[in-house]
């Protein structure tokens, strides 16, 4: 299994979500359903196994769409409840800046052999590859770090790499903050280690330092190749598989009562009775506790819900009337004082010939940028900006963020290897939580969590889960 630990500028989130209306094929449907039958190995749908079958879906993400497209394939009813007013969960695309912005999800992290990437394939997506040689950073000043210092700094997170686990002993308590302190305090005290741990780790991770599990941040699995973004946008991929499904938006749920007869679901609108319920929520809200299990959930999985950290991650996006910064690089770095704040930046001019700028502010300066209201957010990029780039730096034209922190239906980016965790957790949520009863999403993912593959390939699970249950 590869380590989740990722290459300099080689993931990029959330982590995390609308519709672009594009109609689905039949031919691409097709496609879809063989592709999905490859990789779990069954001919549920062909079989029409979820004939006579009634399913309610919670939530119209990622998660959701793949697991009621799998079950309306195999002959189920199948109605999907989402509390937003659109479809998506954290994969949201803006285009109120004139080419399309990603709120939430932003690439494909590994495209070959990524079930995510196939999808693209078949919906006709455009990609854009990410080239990881194109990468630039800069210091206060506007200086430029020299090739044998980021050779150091790489050299020392690979020591870290490492270490780290042999150095946490087995204790569970400690956290990636604590063995680097013992491992090479000096790299955060230096603004380019700080950004390298920013890039590498907490911005990848969506968590301080001071919260992921020294034992387990580098959990999980990737695909290989390059990260792709979609130049048409990432939530044609939701839109994709929604076409045809029933989806009814506006509707958070507030309960699910579920016995060893079938499910009720009870919306702020209606009371949905069905033969079986999968929920896909994110784990905050799972956290939060606003939605409502009678009888409650097994106690290994709340302890798992609360074990499982779910992370902050900022996004965002500023548009100018031209670029004042090089062009042609994919990706630019900020080594600053303040470790997390913006220390990454998505450049848009070479995917979308846009003077546009997705700065994203990560560990505890996330929360920062989220208490921020625009007047201040403006001032502090362009304030940031100037460190950078100097005078010719200008302030915004337009600015764009969604905090998915304040969010109600998300409360967070995504899961990440928190402290006093284990990865089993993953494992254990992704179990049956009752004979009627199945929880999906990137949290559920033992060896993708916090991707959105990770969620598709959940949906599909929990799907599979429900149509294997019933044949026994």
């Known amino acids: 299994m590869r380590s989740m630990q990722p290459d300099i500028l080689r993931r990029r989130l959330l982590l995390m979500l609308g519709s672009a209306g594009l109609a689905a094929s039949p031919l691409g449907r097709l496609a879809h359903a063989q592709s999905r039958a490859a990789r779990t190995g069954t001919a549920a749908a062909a079989e029409g196994a979820g004939k006579g079958m009634k ?24 109605i999907i409840i989402e509390a937003r007013d659109r479809i998506g969960g954290r994969i949201f695309t803006d285009r109120s ?26 919906a006709g997506a455009s990609p854009f590859f990410i080239d990881n040689e194109q990468w630039q950073v800069f210091e206060p000043g506007g200086t430029e770090p020299r090739d044998f210092e980021l050779d150091d700094v790489l050299d020392d997170l690979d020591t870290i790499a490492e270490k780290a686990t042999e ?11 604590d063995v680097i302190e013992i491992i090479d305090p000096v790299l955060l005290k230096e603004p380019i280690g700080n950004w390298a741990l920013t890039d590498v780790y907490e911005g ?26 979609l130049r048409d946008g990432y939530d044609m991929l939701p839109a994709y598989l929604a076409d045809g499904l029933d989806v009814r938006l506006g509707e958070p749920v507030r309960r699910i009562l579920h016995t060893a007869d079938g499910v009720t ?59 004042f910064w090089p062009e042609d690089p994919h990706f630019l770095g900020f080594a600053g004082p303040v470790r997390g704040r913006f220390a990454d930046m998505l450049n848009l001019v070479p995917i979308h010939d846009a003077p546009v700028l997705t700065m994203i502010a990560s560990g505890d300066y996330a929360e920062t940028v989220d208490a ?6 403006a001032a502090d990029v362009t304030a940031l900006l100037r460190d950078m780039f100097g005078e010719k730096a200008r302030a915004p034209k337009a600015i764009v963020r969604h905090a998915w922190s304040r969010d109600p239906f998300a409360l967070g980016a995504y899961s990440f290897p928190a402290i006093s965790a284990v990865p089993e957790d993953h494992a254990t949520l992704a179990a049956p939580s009752a004979p009627r009863l199945q929880l999906a999403g990137e949290h559920t993912s033992l060896e993708f969590f916090g991707t959105v593959h990770g969620a598709l390939l959940s949906g599909e699970r929990a799907a599979e889960a429900v149509l294997a249950a019933r044949k026994g």
């Not at 939530?59 to 002959?75: C, D």
């Not at 969506?206 to 999980?220: C, E, V």
């Not at 939060?288 to 959930?297: A, K, R, Y």
């Open 204 to 229: 990848d991770l969506a968590a301080p330092l001071s919260k992921l599990s020294a034992l387990h941040f580098d959990g999980g699995d990737v695909f290989d190749g390059p990260d792709v973004v």
């Open 265 to 323: 679901v009870e919306t702020t609108k209606a009371e949905l009775k069905a033969d079986h319920c999968i929920v896909t929520v994110p784990l905050g809200v799972l956290k939060s506790g606003s939605l409502v299990f009678d009888p409650p959930l097994p106690d290994k999985q709340v302890k798992a819900i609360a074990a499982i950290g779910f992370g902050r991650l900022s996004k965002v996006s500023v548009l100018f009337d031209e670029a």
């Open 372 to 377: 921020m209201d625009d007047a201040a957010l």
């Open 55 to 78: 399913v309610l879906v919670v939530g119209a993400g990622m998660a959701g769409l793949s697991a009621a497209i799998t079950l309306a394939e195999a002959g189920a009813e199948v």
């Open 167 to 177: 150095e946490a002993d087995g204790d569970a308590s400690l956290s990636l903050l």
């Open 97 to 122: 800046l004139g080419v399309p912005i990603e709120h939430g999800a932003n690439f494909i992290h590994g495209f070959n052999g990524n079930p995510v990437a196939e999808l693209a394939t078949e």
